[in-house]
């Protein structure tokens, strides 16, 4: 007898879609069956898609950023997360400079820990060029922490390294078994034109785009990834943006190095028009949304594998804190939410739309992800792993409204946007956590989990095939 048992879906394993009853015992998948399976708790998920549950690799909960501090903490996130279908997220414990890197985990632990419904892990993010940070890296991917990142455009805001310092990491975490993240800007295109749109006033909220254009992210993708080939390490470039650095990270790997591609929702569904609205600002994310171009090349990416796994870059404001920037486009905090919309907007327009299939929607959502971020556990619908499930009704439409999103802000940048695909269940280690629209987890309930990244990943990072 199951603790509970799926049945009648269309389940989606690495080896192909099958029809599978799915037997869950103790939190985890004991059974993929052809046959009819006992359970306690049956779940009929005939004419539905059963889905190893979404991994979000990027979201920033409570992230003190440009004098505010993001609109979700650890319970909202986690809640929105859930109702997309998301049961392991990754947050960003990214220590402010002075701070000691451990001791700030511990904090954002104790903030996670009593709050998240899902499970949850940390990336290590390092904003000061210091030997104690390099000396952490082997300690944290010891605590199951093997991913770091560096965020090399926000030298103003007190974050940025250099590339002296980032080329020493990738000494580092390639010695030690960990994975180097960067959030790749040009610092000095980015501050000089920052500098000359501030100096104009404010003028319009396309000025957002124009400090930022697309040739400042290339940039600094093709001198990371030559400095990334000089240590002989594994590259991974977080919320990738543009047709461009996606050409560099394609060559790149085609060349056989392991460069990891994160790509996002948003930047597949939305241009830089956006900032000519009159509430452009509230669009305001770095990078900035870019052209019709680059929504395309994105996808090719996802459909030929350059690109190896979706995140989200959640990191909302409400429109009052965006507003801080009403008079000067620099004061307004960059961040919008996104981890609820993740797995349903790429299986509408990926899965629904006939751009990929079932197989490469789990591999961009979860099986890459688990991978290449070292979640063992995760990331697939196989006996022994975690029963973190996903069922979705593909023919479900939704609008997507500020309303009945979960996130705490006030807005939200696809209202009225259709989709059309929505999981309708979330479980979570076996627990069901979201039942058609209804929270049933418990707060405090999701776990921290340990990370460890496999040397064949960082030497062949997973990326496409059955696309
Ligand atoms: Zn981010």
């Keep these: 007898m199951y603790d509970l048992v799926i049945e009648k879906g269309k389940v989606v394993t690495p080896g192909g879609v099958e029809k599978y009853s799915i037997g869950i015992k103790g939190g985890s998948i004991a059974a993929l069956s052809k046959t009819k399976l006992q359970g306690k708790r049956v779940i009929d998920a005939s004419g539905k898609v059963v889905m190893p549950g979404a991994i979000d690799p990027h979201v920033h909960f409570a992230l003190p950023f440009q004098g505010a501090i993001s609109a979700d903490d650890y319970y909202d996130g986690s809640v929105a997360g859930a109702f997309g279908g998301v049961t392991t997220y990754i947050d960003f414990a990214i220590h402010a400079r002075g701070k000691d890197m451990l001791k700030h985990l511990k904090a954002r632990q104790k903030l996670a820990a009593p709050d998240s419904v899902i499970d949850y892990s940390f990336h290590a993010g390092f904003t000061e060029e210091c030997q104690k940070n390099l000396n952490y890296v082997k300690e944290l991917i010891d605590m199951g922490i ?167 870059d959640h990191c909302p404001f409400t429109m009052k804190q965006k507003n801080q920037g009403k008079n000067l486009f620099s004061k307004v905090p960059n961040g919008v939410m996104g981890t609820e919309i993740m797995l349903p907007y790429m299986f509408s327009e990926g899965v629904n739309k006939g751009r990929i299939t079932l197989n490469r929607l789990a591999q961009l959502t979860s099986e890459n992800t688990a991978k290449i971020h070292g979640l063992q556990k995760k990331g697939s619908l196989e006996v022994g792993k975690d029963a973190d499930i996903v069922i979705i009704d593909p023919q479900l439409k939704k609008k997507i409204t500020a309303k009945n999103m979960h996130s705490a802000t006030d807005y939200t940048i696809y209202q009225g946007r259709e989709l059309k695909g929505w999981p309708i269940y979330t479980i979570s280690r076996g627990e069901v956590v979201v039942e058609k629209g209804k929270l049933k987890a418990e707060r405090g309930r999701g776990k921290f989990v340990e990370r460890r990244i496999s040397k064949e990943v960082l030497k062949n990072p997973p990326q496409g095939g059955l696309a």
């Design 146 to 312: 093997p991913t770091f990142k560096l965020l090399l455009p926000y030298v103003r805001e007190g974050f940025a390294v250099g590339d002296g310092f980032m080329f020493r990491m990738l000494q580092e975490t390639k010695k030690h078994g960990g994975l180097l993240l960067i959030h790749a800007e040009n610092a000095d295109l980015v501050m000089r034109f920052m500098d000359e749109e501030n100096a104009k006033g404010k003028v319009s909220w396309m000025q957002h785009y124009d400090s930022r254009p697309n040739f400042v992210e290339a940039t600094s993708i093709a001198t990371s990834i030559e400095l990334a080939k000089q240590a002989k390490a594994p590259l991974y470039v977080v919320h990738l943006s543009t047709a461009e650095g996606l050409a560099h990270m394609h060559k790149a790997q085609s060349e056989g190095h392991p460069m990891i591609v994160e790509s996002c929702p948003q930047f597949l569904e939305f241009t830089n028009e956006k900032y000519n609205e009159k509430d452009g600002h509230k669009y305001y994310m770095t990078p900035p949304f870019r052209t019709k171009n680059d929504n395309r090349k994105l996808w090719e990416g996802i459909q030929n594998g350059s690109v190896n796994c979706m995140g989200t």
